[in-house]
């Protein structure tokens, strides 16, 4: 099987609708629930088969995993690899259908809530405190409770750790005399700057805007953050905040910026995002940060050595840089499995720090640290030495977490459409968070 990219998550824009579809589904039909978990059993894995769901560009790190599980329990491990946009609705079809082909899922961890309350992942509060040895507390306090905690329970355990830095090609901010932005206001200025430069020849950034959450909210997301801004209120009473100033200063950032991105920001996603940048064609890009090893890579890359990392910019009244949870997964026991306890066994060897180190080392894993220990190791350090400094300042700070609550994939497929109207000058900023905010208070009240 050829490596995958993160580019090869979605096509086009189908990824948001599958995600909204899981909603109906999830309460239009029954479970087919197997026998329940056993917390304390002590499976015997020899001979076990386990079926995982797998997010496509995650695939190759079950395979990198497959060896070392079997050599030391004697099972085997068969992937499924498919895209983000059906990962949710495969695995709540695969319950609720009754197929129960797969024994693990992995989900984005924006769907939790929607999948704990379609009875499509077990409730593994009581595994996790059986067994001790698998150490929560060095899972990063950043994103364990956000992957796996709703209604005060325990879903799954995290997987992958994802979150954006901004890339810059430094052969262009050498040329056109800019320096890495420290704020938005600067990102835009340098964008124009060289797009107004550059005639045409490259743009000062690139923009994706496609109508999916995992694409134009992300980079909404990452302003979001910057200008100290969050989706719902902290406090504890959940209530959307996207009417706030921060908030609003954020998309006005988006918007302003567009103009000067590689042309046209909403038909931009990751098929067209990262070969550009590869290219040479985008001064900056926000993403993941596994796209290092791809832009050092000489296969892929006419930019090797030409490029740099940074923080993502703040904004506004904020000083302090902060990234966000952009798109981020985790794995968890389906209901329907007929082998629980062998399944929940994987999830809890597969999340040890030993094995997150395994697939961190790897370039086509699309891995990225879970816990304290590997963000800190030399081993990662090792293998990301052009990014270390920038994704441990993101992980081990406070990032902004995206909505876990069911309805989450509709809130946030209604920001998106909100914010795309805005970026075709169709309505403001404030405007687009004002019809967001009010579809939000309405959605929640029936959650």
């Known amino acids: 099987m050829a490596p995958?990219?993160?580019?090869?998550?979605?096509?086009?824009?189908?990824?948001?609708?599958?995600?909204?579809?899981?909603?109906?589904?999830?309460?239009a039909c029954g479970t087919a629930q197997g026998d329940a978990l056993d917390p304390t059993a002590k499976p015997d894995l020899d001979g076990v088969t386990l079926k995982i769901l797998a997010n496509q560009p995650n695939a190759l790190s079950f395979r990198y995993l497959a060896g070392p599980f079997e050599e030391a329990t004697g099972a085997k491990l068969k992937v499924t690899p498919v895209?983000?946009?059906?990962?949710?609705?495969?695995?709540?079809?695969?319950?609720?259908?009754?197929?129960?082909?797969?024994?693990?899922?992995?989900?984005?961890?924006?769907?939790?809530?929607?999948?704990?309350?379609?009875?499509?992942?077990?409730?593994l509060t009581a595994y996790i405190r059986a067994h001790k040895d698998i150490e929560e507390s060095d899972f990063l306090p950043s994103l364990y409770d956000t992957y796996t905690r709703w209604d005060g329970k325990r879903w799954g355990l995290p997987y992958d750790g994802d979150t954006h830095i901004l890339f810059y090609n430094t052969e262009i901010f050498e040329r056109h005399k800019v320096e890495p932005p420290k704020t938005w206001d600067d990102y835009h200025h340098i964008a124009e700057k060289i797009t107004k430069d550059a005639k045409g020849k490259y743009y000062g950034t690139i923009i994706e805007a496609q109508q999916v959450p995992v694409i134009l909210g992300c980079d909404f997301a990452n302003r979001l953050a910057g200008y100290g801004g969050t989706f719902l209120d902290q406090g504890g009473s959940g209530t959307p905040t996207l009417t706030s100033p921060e908030a609003i200063a954020a998309a006005q950032a988006?918007?302003?910026?567009?103009?000067?991105?590689?042309?046209?920001?909403?038909?931009?996603?990751?098929?067209?995002?990262?070969?550009?940048?590869?290219?040479?064609?985008?001064?900056?890009?926000?993403f993941w940060t596994d796209f290092a090893k791809r832009a050092e890579d000489p296969k892929q890359s006419k930019v090797v050595g030409k490029w740099g990392v940074t923080t993502l910019?703040?904004?506004?009244?904020?000083?302090?840089?902060?990234?966000?949870?952009?798109?981020?997964?985790?794995?968890?026991?389906?209901?329907?499995?007929?082998?629980?306890?062998?399944?929940?066994?994987?999830?809890?060897?597969?999340?040890?720090?030993?094995?997150?180190?395994?697939?961190?080392?790897?370039?086509?894993?699309?891995?990225?640290?879970?816990?304290?220990?590997?963000?800190?190791?030399?081993?990662?350090?090792?293998?990301?030495?052009?990014?270390?400094?920038?994704?441990?300042?993101?992980?081990?700070?406070?990032?902004?977490?995206?909505?876990?609550?069911?309805?989450?994939?509709?809130?946030?497929?209604?920001?998106?459409d909100e914010l795309a109207l805005g970026?075709?000058?169709?309505?403001?900023?404030?405007?687009?968070?004002?019809?967001?905010?009010?579809?939000?208070?309405?959605?929640?009240?029936?959650?």
């Not at 995958?4 to 189908?14: E, G």
């Open 4 to 27: 995958l990219s993160r580019r090869q998550l979605l096509r086009a824009t189908t990824g948001a609708a599958a995600l909204t579809a899981a909603g109906p589904l999830l309460t």
């Open 83 to 123: 895209p983000y946009d059906k990962l949710t609705s495969k695995a709540t079809l695969d319950v609720q259908s009754g197929a129960g082909q797969f024994d693990v899922f992995m989900y984005w961890y924006a769907a939790v809530g929607t999948l704990a309350q379609g009875g499509v992942i077990e409730d």
């Open 254 to 286: 988006l918007f302003d910026a567009a103009p000067h991105a590689l042309p046209s920001p909403l038909q931009i996603g990751f098929d067209q995002a990262t070969p550009a940048f590869l290219d040479g064609k985008g001064a900056m890009l926000d």
């Open 313 to 416: 910019p703040v904004g506004g009244d904020n000083t302090k840089p902060r990234t966000s949870l952009d798109a981020g997964f985790g794995l968890a026991v389906s209901t329907a499995s007929k082998q629980k306890e062998a399944a929940a066994a994987f999830i809890k060897w597969a999340t040890a720090a030993q094995q997150n180190l395994l697939v961190l080392g790897k370039p086509d894993a699309g891995a990225d640290p879970i816990r304290t220990s590997t963000l800190n190791a030399d081993a990662f350090k090792k293998a990301s030495p052009d990014s270390y400094d920038v994704v441990r300042t993101g992980l081990a700070g406070d990032p902004l977490p995206w909505p876990t609550v069911p309805k989450s994939p509709q809130l946030l497929q209604r920001l998106v």
């Open 423 to 447: 970026l075709q000058g169709k309505q403001s900023a404030k405007k687009a968070l004002e019809n967001t905010q009010q579809a939000w208070l309405t959605t929640l009240k029936k959650t």
